[in-house]
């Protein structure tokens, strides 16, 4: 029973910190990430390139098929100036291969800092895995709200609910998995 309380008030906290400010956002940095999956994502990654944010962008968990013409075009932009500094990666089919191929990327291009874009109900886990898999590169942070999840009233929406307790679950479990793959690799 003790336990639960304690999930119970840590879920509580993890959805209150549920944060849409963009960190630093006149900062200019090396790329901007974009990890796939949903509304709002691609748009803003877009925006920040074009408005200079960044020399580069990267989208992370393209599907196979998808090249850059094609993601600009359903982005309604026209090909042209940006085509040349958008780069996919198809690899990732989760936040911890988003984290991984990124760190990839991040590590060819000798980048140094990136500005991370996903929702921000998923925005506090992508950070830890990003950080993990990046230690010496510095993220920040660019959420963005899809209009169908209601962070402000979460426990009002049986949709969010259910979103907000699997990412606070999976944020629990993934200092457990880093730990067993640091045990992992110290044996094997």
């Known amino acids: 029973m003790l336990s639960f309380f304690g999930w119970l008030i840590g879920l509580l906290v993890f ?13 200019k940095t090396d790329a901007v990430v ?16 074009s408005d200079g944010a ?8 393209v599907h196979r098929g998808v090249d850059v013409a094609e993601l600009l075009r359903v982005s309604r932009r026209s090909p042209g100036r940006l085509d040349c500094c958008i780069t996919l990666g198809y690899e990732a089919d989760d936040t911890i291969g988003n984290a ?3 760190a990839d990327w991040i590590n060819q291009n000798n980048f140094t800092s990136l500005r991370l874009v996903t929702a921000n109900y998923h925005m506090p886990r992508s950070l ?3 950080h993990y898999a990046m230690p010496d590169v510095a993220i920040y942070s660019n959420p963005v ?4 999840v209601k962070v402000d009233d979460w426990y009002l929406w049986p949709g969010t609910t259910v979103l907000i307790i699997s990412e606070y679950n999976k944020i629990l479990i993934a200092p457990i ?3 067993l793959v640091s045990i992992k690799d110290m044996v094997f």
């Open 15 to 27: 959805a209150m910190a549920i944060s849409s400010t963009v960190e630093d956002e006149n900062l």
């Open 34 to 49: 974009v990890l796939t999956g949903g509304s709002l994502r691609l748009e803003t990654g877009l925006k920040l390139l």
């Open 54 to 61: 960044a020399k580069k962008l990267f989208v992370s968990g």
């Open 100 to 102: 991984r191929e990124t």
């Open 128 to 130: 830890l895995e990003f």
């Open 145 to 148: 709200s899809p209009e169908h």
């Open 177 to 179: 998995r880093w730990v």
